[in-house]
């Protein structure tokens, strides 16, 4: 099975700083690759999808980037409502099979 | 609005079963596939499977073969994901996630989540 890592683990930063988290595949996965928001008590929210799609409605704040291996999601000027922790996922399409990475949490300094 | 509506919180024993239902409104329920994801407390999000309600075809993630069973009733239009041989480790909130279709392979609409909870 594919395993996914994500870095860091967790960050903390001043709202208006640009923030990116990346996203490591243990092997090629195109670019299967989503990004999820989930705030606390809350269902996770689609946010990026196919390595760099803006899912409708998100703001365009938030962006994805990356192909392969390597992924790269980025808040461009984090606001107080963006406190969450942030997920990517790969699906590989045959077989059907799908990987969250560990996770990173996002907080206010 | 469309939007997945989950059954409420459960409290089971160990070795027993727990069949949990998510209903779709607003939408046409066969279109699109239906996920289970499923996360522990204070853990990360864990893919479970994914039934596609058109055929009835399951695939399930390897650890779960044998103990996990997904449906549908396309006729209410609701999936359910029973999981049985329960033990305290299957303590979590159970989401139900569609899947967007061919053009968007992500989970674009969640349900709220049920919170099974495996006590003696």
């Known amino acids: 099975d594919i395993q996914m890592t994500q870095s860091p683990s967790s960050l903390s930063a001043s709202v208006g700083d640009r923030v990116s988290i990346t996203c490591q595949a243990s092997q090629d996965i195109s670019n299967y690759l989503n990004w999820y928001q989930q705030k606390p008590g809350k269902a996770p929210k689609l946010l990026i999808y196919?390595?760099?799609n803006l899912e409708t409605g998100v703001p365009s704040r938030f962006s994805g980037s990356g192909s392969g291996t390597d992924f790269t999601f980025t808040i461009s000027s984090l606001r107080p409502e963006d406190i969450a922790t942030y997920y990517c996922?790969?699906?590989?399409?045959?077989?059907?099979?799908?990987?969250f990475g560990p996770g990173t949490k996002v907080d206010i300094k | 609005q469309v939007q997945l509506v989950q059954s409420g919180a459960e409290v089971k024993k160990p070795g027993v079963s727990v069949k949990v239902s998510c209903k779709a409104s607003?939408?046409?329920?066969?279109?699109?596939?239906m996920h289970w994801v499923r996360q522990a407390p204070a853990q990360g999000l864990e893919w479970m499977g994914r039934i596609n309600p058109k055929s009835g075809d399951t695939i399930h993630a390897h650890r779960f073969q044998g103990r996990v069973t997904m449906t549908r009733d396309t006729s209410i239009s609701t999936a359910y994901m029973e999981l049985g041989s329960l033990r305290s480790d299957d303590t979590a909130v159970y989401y139900c996630?569609?899947?967007?279709?061919?053009?968007?392979?992500?989970?674009?609409?969640w349900g709220q989540g049920t919170m099974v909870t495996v006590s003696s």
């Open positions: 996630a569609r899947e967007g279709g061919y053009d968007k392979v992500a989970f674009d609409l």
């Open positions: 607003g939408d046409t329920f066969s279109d699109h596939y």
């Open positions: 196919d390595a760099s």
């Open positions: 996922q790969q699906y590989d399409v045959v077989p059907p099979r799908v990987t």
